[in-house]
């Protein structure tokens, strides 16, 4: 999942939903979030299926959307998202751009050093994923030498794959891409060989029938996925984890990741 780059960039479009607070209330979280009545997320919009743009280009959608208005709602809250590139998320919660970063953030201890975490709230693995036509069907990283490898920088992906390879001295052709959609086009193409992604991303492209794609390997499976904030906001720390407890607890994520995936996969990491 997202993990890596910590650095400063310009933030993007600002898409606002759910102006009217939910239930008709005014400031639901005690006075916890930047903006009045609003629970304010960063996001990188444009990882689906956890993230992603509709058809129209300003709508956003995604078990990650659907989870953060529901958030917003059990606090009383509106919910307003800033659509941010992924190499600037981080200093943006840090700087006060907005309340916290909802956007298939990995938990690590380096992160966590640096930043407040709730609970998680799903888990996720790294997959090898190929064409169903390719010659090659790599069973675990071992097999990914001499092959043309892709995954989308800064995240989990880059940080597992550059950690194999700087130990092992492979020797493996490198595509990176900004985006995990230019992984999936390059790989459709037959421009790259195998792609390293997350399960709750790959899903999402194997979901379709006649889909081109092939799982092969799982080859990481210790990843959960967390809201992350400024470090020592624990109040408004406090108040997301009583939410996301309240949203397990009556059905509502369980609901959400089966419209998203077809199954529960929130369950596992409570």
């Keep these: 999942m997202k993990v890596k780059g910590i650095f400063l960039a310009v933030l993007s479009v600002l898409i606002v939903t759910g102006g009217v607070y ?3 209330k005014s400031q639901g979280s005690g006075g916890l979030t930047m903006k009045k009545g609003v629970l304010t997320v960063g996001m990188e919009i444009g990882y689906p299926p956890m993230e992603y743009f509709a058809d129209d280009g300003k709508t956003p959608l995604g078990f990650d959307v659907e989870m953060a208005k529901a958030l917003a709602a059990k606090m009383g809250l509106g919910v307003e998202f ?14 006060g751009k907005y309340d916290c970063i909802i956007s298939s953030v990995t938990y690590t201890d380096e992160r966590a050093a640096q930043f407040n975490f709730t609970k998680p709230y799903i888990a996720n693995s790294q997959l090898l994923v190929v064409r169903k036509d390719s ?3 790599p069973a675990s990283l071992e097999d990914v030498k001499g092959l043309r490898l892709t995954y989308q920088a800064e995240t989990t ?9 700087e130990r092992t001295g492979a020797k493996v052709e490198v595509f990176e891409y ?4 230019n ?7 037959d421009r ?3 792609i390293l992604v997350d399960s709750v991303v790959a899903a999402d492209y194997l979901a379709p029938a006649g889909n081109p794609f092939l799982i092969t390997a799982e080859v990481s499976n210790d990843e959960v ?22 949203l397990y607890a009556d059905g509502t994520l369980i609901k959400i990741s089966q419209t998203v995936f077809g199954t529960d996969v929130v369950s596992s990491v409570r």
């Design 225 to 246: 996925l967390a809201i992350c904030l400024k470090k020592g906001n624990n109040a408004l720390t406090d108040a997301l984890n009583k939410a996301l407890d309240e």
């Design 135 to 137: 010659r090659v069907k």
């Design 183 to 189: 992984c999936f086009d390059e790989l459709k193409l």
């Design 192 to 194: 790259v060989d195998v």
């Design 82 to 95: 800033v659509d941010t590139a992924w190499d600037g998320i981080f200093a943006g919660v840090d700087t």
């Design 178 to 181: 900004d985006k995990v959609m």
């Design 157 to 165: 992906s880059d940080t597992l794959a550059t950690e194999w390879i």
């Design 22 to 24: 939910a239930g008709g």
